[in-house]
Every structure is written in structure tokens, then in C-alpha cells.
């Protein structure tokens, strides 16, 4: 089962097209064959003027910083997450951006538009699993 989760704030207005399928993107086509994780950043096509500022991948928790945060546009975060275990990103003032309740299963992409940038994306806290293995792109998008 692919899961496709959209947690979209009300202010940006971002929503992803009905044609960006998150296993188009994955590195062997099918995020449901051999439990490939499904690259996040393909929400960015889907959004006019959207530009990829951070897309790794890794294993536990991690805290990252974005490049070029902050300038101007909105915060977009896409997350693909697999192994037993959940997923929380938060900015660097421990605001909660997005959450996985568990990252089970064939991975699929979760998706949290946040609103304007604020000095506090520049960096994000990624806690989870040391046994779950994720995918996270940061995009600024134009402001809605």
C-alpha cells in the first residue's frame, strides 16, 4: 500500500498536482519495489516556481541546515520515511513542521507547506528511529 499524505497550511495555498506521483521519482521506479525510499522533491513540480533547496537522504536523527533559507518565498518540506518507527521535523526553535505517525510499509511522500520563511528554517531537527531510514527536501516556493 503506497501511502500520499498532504498536510497543507492554510495560508500558502500550495497544493500538490494530481499529476506528481511520489513513485515517479523513485531511484528504481516503483517505491513499492524493493522499498525504495520516493525522492520528496517532486512535489516541487508541481508548484510554479518552486526551487529545491536541501534534498538528503539518511538513517535517525539528523539536523541539517538549508541553504539559502529564509530569503523569501515559503517553506515547503516533503518527507519519504521507511523502517518501524516515526518521523518529526521540526525548525530549529523545536517547532513541529511535519510528523510521521509511523513509517512502516512501502514508502510513500508526505508533504507540509508551511508558510513564509522565518529565521528559524535555516535548519531543521529530524528525530526519529535509529532503524528508519528517510528522504528530506526542503523547497521555497513563491509566497502564495
Same mark, same amino acid.
Given at each position: 500500500?503506497?501511502?500520499?499524505?498532504?498536510a497543507a497550511c492554510s495560508s500558502s495555498g500550495h497544493?500538490?498536482?494530481?499529476?506528481?506521483?511520489?513513485?515517479?521519482?523513485?531511484?528504481?521506479?516503483s517505491a513499492q519495489q524493493g522499498g525504495d525510499l520516493?525522492? &520528496? @522533491?517532486?512535489? /516541487?513540480?508541481?508548484? *510554479? $516556481?518552486a526551487k529545491?533547496?536541501?534534498n538528503i537522504r539518511g538513517k535517525g536523527d539528523s539536523s &541539517? @541546515?538549508?541553504? /539559502?533559507?529564509?530569503? *523569501? $518565498?515559503?517553506?515547503?518540506i516533503a518527507v519519504s520515511c521507511s523502517g518501524k518507527g516515526s518521523l518529526k521535523v521540526?525548525?530549529?526553535?523545536?517547532?513541529l513542521l511535519?510528523?510521521?505517525?509511523?513509517?512502516?510499509?512501502?514508502?510513500?511522500?508526505?508533504?507540509n507547506s508551511r508558510g513564509s520563511f522565518r529565521p528559524d528554517d535555516s535548519a531543521?531537527?529530524?528525530?526519529?528511529?535509529?532503524?528508519?531510514?528517510?528522504?528530506?527536501a526542503a523547497l521555497q516556493a513563491p509566497h502564495a
Amino acid at each position: 500500500m503506497l501511502l500520499l499524505g498532504l498536510a497543507a497550511c492554510s495560508s500558502s495555498g500550495h497544493e500538490p498536482s494530481k499529476h506528481a506521483s511520489p513513485t515517479a521519482a523513485s531511484p528504481s521506479g516503483s517505491a513499492q519495489q524493493g522499498g525504495d525510499l520516493v525522492d &520528496p @522533491s517532486i512535489y /516541487g513540480q508541481s508548484v *510554479s $516556481g518552486a526551487k529545491t533547496l536541501l534534498n538528503i537522504r539518511g538513517k535517525g536523527d539528523s539536523s &541539517p @541546515s538549508v541553504p /539559502g533559507a529564509g530569503k *523569501s $518565498g515559503d517553506l515547503v518540506i516533503a518527507v519519504s520515511c521507511s523502517g518501524k518507527g516515526s518521523l518529526k521535523v521540526a525548525d530549529k526553535s523545536g517547532r513541529l513542521l511535519l510528523g510521521i505517525a509511523t513509517c512502516e510499509g512501502s514508502p510513500g511522500a508526505i508533504y507540509n507547506s508551511r508558510g513564509s520563511f522565518r529565521p528559524d528554517d535555516s535548519a531543521l531537527k529530524l528525530t526519529t528511529d535509529a532503524a528508519v531510514a528517510w528522504r528530506i527536501a526542503a523547497l521555497q516556493a513563491p509566497h502564495a
